[in-house]
């Protein structure tokens, strides 16, 4: 995919944004997004700040690993607890902003290949960071969101790494969230992660995972939070 931006005046040009990667592709968008809005929307709307902390339970969570090229695929099933918040922009019934959560895994095998390896649960931590893209209509919210910093971190020496050892990539969310009353939501996320990168503690070194090698991790998450706008209409 390429893009192409001309400023005539100044002769500035700006070509194959696309090879930013996706962060600055969902940036780029966002920023047209809102611009597109503010230019030809109501002129009697203005920006509001939104701050929503939330709390929630991740479940029907799955992994799958692969770390060698045509070989074996191990799968680990899994629940775990998230908190963080949501921040940004409501324009009008728009949404801007970025998200930031820590969540406490435990990790089980799924089958008796993965069991016999793994036959301790692995106790996992993790943080997620992110930016959105949502409206609020009354009632419900729609929302969706480009994970582009995860990181989940062993916290015992079960399984096939040590304590310290982490897994790191991108992800992507989809979302709604019902608001019975005023301050109030009940929310559903889908969530996937591409888990492409494995930090090594005792070597300090940080490796690449390719070539038909790859960690895939979802998950749903239903979540409770209090979404405060200040200002704006």
Not at 51 to 56: Q, R, T, V
Not at 90 to 98: A, D, N
Not at 198 to 210: A, C, G, H, P, T
């Amino acid at each position: 995919m390429r893009l192409f931006w001309v400023n005539r005046g100044t002769g500035l040009c700006f070509r194959q944004l696309g090879r930013l990667g996706r962060p600055a592709y969902f940036a780029i968008v966002g920023t047209l997004f809102f611009n597109f809005i503010y230019y030809c929307g109501p002129t009697d709307v203005h920006a509001g700040l939104l701050i929503e902390p939330f709390a929630g339970y991740a479940f029907n969570g799955e992994v799958e690993e692969k770390f060698v090229s045509g070989g074996d695929t191990y799968k680990w099933e899994y629940t775990g607890t998230a908190y963080g918040m949501r921040a940004g922009l409501s324009f009008g019934p728009f949404l801007l902003g970025g998200q930031g959560n820590l969540v406490q895994e435990t990790w089980k095998g799924k089958d008796p290949k993965t069991t016999f390896i793994n036959d301790s649960d692995q106790k996992m931590s993790g943080q997620n960071y992110g930016a959105f893209i949502g409206i609020s209509l009354p009632v419900l919210r729609f929302w969706g969101t480009y994970l582009f910093y995860n990181k989940y971190k062993k916290d015992d020496d079960n399984g096939l790494f040590c304590n310290g050892d982490a897994f790191m990539g991108n992800g992507i969310v989809a979302g709604v969230g019902i608001a019975p009353i005023p301050f109030f939501s009940i929310n559903f996320e889908y969530r996937t992660f591409n888990l492409n990168l494995v930090d090594i503690k005792v070597e300090n070194k940080r490796y690449k995972l390719d070539n038909g090698r790859e960690v895939k991790k979802k998950e749903f998450l239903v979540s409770l939070s209090l979404p405060l706008s200040l200002g704006g209409k």
